[in-house]
């Protein structure tokens, strides 16, 4: 059995800022295979998100790739190549679709919904890609580009020069320490299907070990990260 969407399109489509002449296009865009059976096809109709998310990706690569070019006219290969993977990768993708509210209007089989599948950042990250593949093939790249410009934009500043992460800063001090690389694993998960918990271990050899909770393995590893670098560093 599958549930379907609980949103009215409205607001999603304000959103994309693009009123669908082929609104079959957007219901593929939106629909997890757990909802369906049929294979995909370009032209829409129900099927899952998997072709179209396979072209979207491409799609988001070429306007960020453009933006950038002309955004940083003096930089090399190098930093552009380092901007365009903060900016095209799964965990912005997926806080992007939860700023427009996307898993809410996702299709899933109803047992994929009840374990959390709207919230889970992996799915939110595919249906983006896919409904910037449906703006792509509705409306040309323009319609894309408008989707794109108008959320990544945003984006691009603070996750390509905000202080790096907490893993990274863990690794590295690891490393200038002759240490091994850090170690996670899984030491517990908790609470509800739709809303776990995860605790998450993190050691470097025999420097030390942290643990963090969090509601996704990598909110988790993160904090267990913190806490290990703090531990370390006597903060």
Partial sequence: MTDGPVKNRDKLLGCLGHSFANPDLLEEALTHPSATTRKSTRLG?????????????RVLGLVIADHLLKTYPNADSGRLATRYNAL??????????????????????????????????????????????????????????????????KLAEELTTAPKDAKTRLQELAHARNAPAPVYRETDRSGPAHAPVFTIEVQVGTMGEASGKGSSKRVAEQIAAQALYDLIEGV
């Fill in 88 to 153: 095209v990768r799964r965990e912005t993708l997926a806080m992007v679709a939860e700023q427009i509210d996307l898993g809410a209007h996702m299709r899933f089989a109803r047992g994929e919904r009840d374990s959390g599948g709207s919230a889970k950042p992996a799915l939110l990250a595919d249906a983006c890609e896919a409904v910037i593949a449906a703006l792509y093939l509705d409306g040309g790249l323009d319609a894309a580009a408008r989707f794109i410009h108008q959320y990544w934009d």
């Fill in 45 to 57: 109709g129900g099927q899952d998100y998997d072709r179209l998310e396979f072209l979207g990706d």
